[in-house]
C-alpha cells in the first residue's frame, strides 16, 4: 500500500517529567503519528508546553495518535510531550509530508 505522504522522519524521543520538543514545528507536515512505546501514559500539547492530564493522552504500551490533513486534525506547530511516571519514556512515529 503506498503513503498518500512522503516520510520525512522518524521520531524516537525520550519523554520526562519536564516538558520538551518532541516535534519541531513544520509549515510542511502533512501527517504524522505518535505512537507510546512505555508503560505510562503521554500527553502531547501543540504550540506550548505540555501538561500531565491535558491535552492529547496517548496511553501506554502502544496508544497512538494520529494526525493528517485528510483526517482534518492536522497541526503544524511544534509537538510537546510529557510524563507523570519517573525515569525516560520513549514515543515513537512517523513525520509526513
Do not use: W
Not at 54 to 83: C, D, F, K, P, W
Amino acid at each position: 500500500m503506498a503513503l498518500p505522504f512522503g516520510v520525512v522522519g522518524h521520531i524516537a524521543v525520550n519523554v520526562t517529567t519536564t516538558s520538551a520538543e518532541l516535534l519541531a514545528a513544520n509549515p510542511d507536515r502533512e501527517y504524522a503519528i505518535f505512537i507510546n512505546d512505555s508503560d505510562t501514559v503521554i500527553y502531547l500539547a501543540f504550540g506550548e508546553d505540555a501538561v500531565i492530564n491535558s491535552g492529547v493522552r496517548i496511553n501506554a504500551t502502544g496508544g497512538s495518535y494520529e494526525m493528517a490533513r485528510h483526517l482534518g486534525n492536522l497541526n503544524q506547530l511544534v509537538v510537546n510531550a510529557i510524563h507523570a511516571g519517573s525515569g525516560n519514556k520513549k514515543c515513537v512515529g512517523l513525520e509526513g509530508d
